[in-house]
């Protein structure tokens, strides 16, 4: 998979698994888990990015006795998840172009 697709599918998913809820890292790791494998590493970055492009924003709560991360979406997180909504049927509309012959070899 093109790593620019990969890197934009992977931005929305951690978005949308804390569009609803507050969330930290580890829930979203294990949020994303039954859809996509993700490390903790490739978590963190993603993080930051979206952080940087103001997509999310961080807080920082005492739970356990340790300290702990939280994200929370922003209206341009929210807005880059209804962007990729719209994109997503285009790349369906690609997809269904590049596929129909191969539906016609069945």
């Given at each position: 998979?093109?790593?620019?697709?990969?890197?934009?599918?992977?931005?929305?998913?951690?978005?949308?698994?804390?569009?609803?809820?507050?969330?930290?890292?580890?829930?979203?790791?294990?949020?994303?888990?039954?859809?996509?494998?993700?490390?903790?590493s490739?978590?963190?970055?993603?993080?930051?990015?979206?952080?940087?492009?103001?997509?999310?924003?961080?807080r920082?709560?005492?739970?356990?006795?340790?300290?702990?991360?939280?994200?929370?979406?922003?209206?341009?997180?929210?807005?880059?998840?209804?962007?990729?909504?719209?994109?997503w049927?285009?790349?369906?509309?690609?997809?269904?172009?590049v596929?129909?012959?191969?539906?016609?070899?069945?």
């Amino acid at each position: 998979m093109d790593i620019q697709l990969k890197r934009g599918l992977l931005d929305v998913c951690v978005l949308a698994a804390i569009k609803d809820k507050d969330s930290y890292g580890y829930k979203i790791i294990k949020d994303l888990k039954p859809y996509i494998e993700l490390s903790e590493s490739t978590l963190y970055t993603i993080l930051k990015r979206l952080e940087s492009g103001k997509m999310l924003t961080v807080r920082t709560a005492e739970h356990g006795g340790r300290l702990r991360k939280y994200y929370r979406i922003t209206n341009e997180g929210l807005g880059r998840i209804d962007d990729f909504k719209t994109e997503w049927k285009e790349i369906i509309s690609i997809y269904q172009f590049v596929t129909k012959e191969d539906d016609k070899d069945e």
